[in-house]
């Protein structure tokens, strides 16, 4: 039922003890005391209360509909009519932001805090929009995810870095640093694993660096037994290659592993090269490498010499074209007494070998005609007519053995024929 609160002029305050609010009679009398007014009061000379003092709530409504309550427990809820907390907000329109906090043109305070009972800033959201968080612990991170509590990011008072820790563990470090467990990008821009500091050639750490220089660095922890990766080479830092890899065991370097069910099973080594640039490559030509291995050692002076002591190299036969991919390989030694690598032997695109002969123009061609660099083709020399059994079927025939004991050269005719020999003389 409605309450007058005081009549004046045949004129009455009515308020409604409904649950959706109460209402107040428009009046211009001047008599109404100490009754709130639409439009405001300018009559009040002390603190006033608004609302019921009964177990009732306090809602708010406009266009006839409730926006907001204060409920019994004094909670206070906008979109919701049952807050769960002392402020809850609920969007009521999918397209309209729920909350927005806008600072002044000149806003120098926090736009938010998070505050303990003692009134001390745990977060806040500074007038440039950036987030704080605490600095936490590993048990305990200040940024934590939902699935475990204890994992996320944190401050180390120990390292000058970001802490990423899982389990309450610390398992990375992103920043400068005196000690991690897992990974660690430093301030210099030194990416770490599982170590403290760039490992050097003959390291007591163990784990992988690269530095900023571009230098990655592998150790397994014993002391000048770790491998080396550096993007300025190993033997001198002027080194042309990209990748180096060092080990004092006397054990490989590095293995390949394939596994599969199939004739093809294989550990591949492949190289791959193009003219022009990366973003616009072009074919190769007649004479341009594909690939090589190559092959240096240190020497007393501590060089390497020309820095390539044996290679084998593969390399286009003829200009590349979508039909055409003639190739060649070669291999080159370095002769005694000389710092200069030369071709030794080539397999052209034939299928011709070439010893001491850039251009074989047989099967097996020797030498180079009229060099005056008397190249030989020798073969085995025995005592004695070779065993029959070594010449009985036609896929031994031409095999050849030199008897020095009787000066004949002895040449496989096949099962029938069986060994031919021709006497030499002088």
């Not at 998070?114 to 929009?129: E, I, K, Y």
């Not at 190993?234 to 004092?248: C, E, G, I, V």
Request: charged fraction near 10%; charge should be negative; proline fraction near 5%.
């Amino acid at each position: 039922m409605p309450k007058f609160l005081r009549t004046f002029g045949g004129l009455a305050v009515c308020m409604l003890a409904l649950g959706l609010g109460f209402y107040i009679n428009n009046t211009a009398s001047a008599d109404l005391g100490d009754a709130w007014l639409q439009g405001g009061n300018s009559n009040v000379t002390s603190e006033q209360t608004l609302g019921p003092t009964t177990a009732f709530g306090l809602p708010f409504i406009t266009n006839g509909t409730e926006r907001g309550r204060f409920t019994t427990a004094g909670n206070f809820g906008l979109g919701t009519a049952a807050p769960s907390g002392q402020l809850h907000v609920v969007s009521t329109d999918a397209t309209t932001k729920t909350i927005v906090v806008q600072g002044a043109s000149s806003q120098s305070a926090n736009l938010t805090e998070w505050q303990n009972s003692s009134g001390t800033v745990l977060s806040n959201v500074l007038p440039s929009g950036a987030f704080v968080a605490p600095d936490g612990a590993a048990s305990l991170p200040g940024l934590r995810f939902r699935g475990s509590t204890n994992s996320g990011f944190y401050l180390p008072s120990t390292l000058n870095g970001v802490g990423i820790t899982y389990a309450g563990t610390l398992t990375a470090v992103i920043g400068q640093l005196t000690s991690v467990t897992g990974i660690a990008l430093r301030s210099d821009g030194q990416l770490l694993f599982g170590t403290t500091a760039p490992l050097t050639s003959n390291t007591t750490d163990t784990g992988i660096a690269r530095d900023s220089a571009g230098v990655i660095r592998i150790s397994n922890g014993s002391s000048g037994r770790g491998s080396l990766v550096a993007a300025s080479g190993d033997f001198s830092s002027t080194s042309p290659f990209p990748l180096t890899t060092t080990n004092t065991t006397g054990a490989a370097v590095l293995t390949v592993q394939s596994y599969r069910n199939s004739p093809w099973t294989h550990a591949q080594f492949y190289g791959k090269a193009a003219r022009g640039t990366a973003a616009e490559p072009a074919g190769l030509l007649a004479g341009d490498h594909m690939a090589y291995f190559m092959a240096s050692g240190l020497d007393s002076g501590l060089g390497n010499g020309n820095g390539d002591d044996a290679q084998i190299t593969m390399a286009a036969a003829e200009d590349l074209t979508p039909t055409a991919h003639g190739s060649n390989i070669m291999f080159d030694t370095t002769p005694i007494g000389t710092i200069h690598r030369v071709e030794r032997l080539r397999i052209s695109s034939e299928g011709f070998v070439g010893v001491n002969n850039p251009a074989p123009q047989s099967t097996l061609h020797v030498g180079i005609t009229n060099s005056a660099s008397n190249q030989y083709l020798q073969i085995d020399s025995e005592p004695g007519t070779p065993p029959a059994s070594d010449c009985n079927s036609d896929t031994q025939r031409g095999r050849m053995i030199h008897d020095f004991s009787s000066n004949k050269i002895y040449v496989c005719g096949g099962a029938v024929r069986g060994w031919d020999h021709l006497d030499l003389a002088d």
